[in-house]
């Protein structure tokens, strides 16, 4: 990278890769909320009237980028360290399940709740159960249109949210088997869905959720931050 | 004439977080005349990423970038990244809900277009 008064120019370092012009604007698109303006610690950086030119197939040279100096800022962003989870999954091809996967999860997942409120009674105040059958609609937990075909597989992953590990722990054993055995009909014993390994409960830890989003003024890049000095 | 989906006047779209409280959008339209049909869509108003991933309307931005053919939408997440019922932390996936969405032109057609 080459870099002048108020322009600069990039090659990559492989002879095989190219800097193009739509390459290096694009990177201002990249998990930003604004393609023009971007915060930084001590301005804004403009780049509403960059232009972006091809000098050679490989090298892009960049101008017009407008530097709006501000008061020194700090960006603090933090994550809280809440509850505890532990997870369980099961694979399920059965078609009597697949043919319906959004009444068994409503049904399965009442009867965990159940379970874990008859199980723990009033210590179980704050816990939740969630499942994400993954292959129908895990990602988005959205429901799907009526008209949806039938996966011809789905992995159930279950997750239980607690106040403690323990908790946490305890409340999957006290559901593996009814997550385990849950029947789609009454009238054949119960059906096993498929563990991919033993023991099936999973402890998965503390849940970090992002909270803390803050703009700090601060006189220069320092005052928040401590250096510590190691003679070897 | 059916309207034409996002998928079918986009060559890529796709979507990640932007910081842990944001996810954004890029749509990269396949040609210019796409571009500028729809880069004031009223279809791509705050109303559709309400009732998409309930976002708050008055927390949606766009953006036109012309010189990529790209219409950049930003919202902010209706909880943190990494929640209690989190589902895709990084927000890689949340496009796909988008791509069969069926646009409107342009109303009122940009003067520049």
Excluded at chain 1, 37 to 43: D, I, K, S, Y
Excluded at chain 1, 149 to 160: H, K, R, S, T
Excluded at chain 1, 203 to 208: D, I, M, N, T
């Amino acid at each position: 990278m080459t870099v002048r008064h108020d322009e600069f120019e990039i090659e990559p370092l492989s002879m095989e890769n190219k800097c193009t012009p739509r390459s290096a604007a694009a990177h201002m698109l990249y998990e930003v909320v604004d393609p023009f303006q971007l915060v930084e610690p001590g301005g804004i950086l403009d780049v509403s009237a960059s232009t972006y030119e091809s000098l050679s197939e490989r090298v892009t040279r960049v101008r017009g980028g407008q530097w709006m100096p501000m008061p020194y800022t700090m960006k603090l962003e933090g994550a809280r360290a809440g509850p505890y989870q532990t997870v369980m999954l099961i694979g399920i091809e059965d078609p009597q399940v697949l043919q319906n996967v959004d009444e068994f999860e409503m049904r399965l997942k009442s009867c965990l709740i159940d379970r874990i409120i008859a199980s723990f009674g009033v210590c179980a105040a704050k816990f939740s159960v969630s499942l994400r059958i993954y292959g129908w609609n895990a990602i988005s937990g959205r429901r799907r249109p009526p008209s949806t075909a039938a996966p011809i597989e789905v992995g159930v992953l279950f997750v239980v949210t607690a106040e403690t590990q323990e908790l946490a722990n305890q409340m999957a054993k006290a559901c593996n088997p009814y997550f385990f055995h849950f029947p789609v009909r009454t009238d054949i014993e119960l059906p096993s869905y498929a563990f991919p390994f033993t023991p099936a409960e999973i402890a998965r830890g503390r849940v970090y959720e992002f909270i803390l989003n803050h703009v700090v003024s601060a006189r220069d890049g320092l005052e928040l931050t401590r250096t510590e000095w190691y003679q070897w | 004439m059916a309207k034409l989906t996002i998928n079918d006047v986009c060559d890529q779209v796709r979507s990640k977080s932007a910081g842990p409280f944001w996810v954004t959008v890029d749509l990269f339209f396949s040609n210019e005349a796409y571009y500028k049909r729809y880069k004031h869509s009223e279809t791509l108003g705050p109303e559709l990423f309400e009732s998409l991933f309930s976002a708050n309307p008055e927390f949606v931005k766009r953006f036109a970038v012309d010189a990529l053919r790209v219409v950049k939408i930003s919202f902010a997440r209706p909880r943190p990244q990494g929640w209690v019922h989190e589902r895709d932390l990084h927000a890689g996936q949340q496009y796909v809900r988008l791509l069969n969405v069926e646009l409107a032109e342009s109303v009122p057609a940009d003067p520049q277009a």
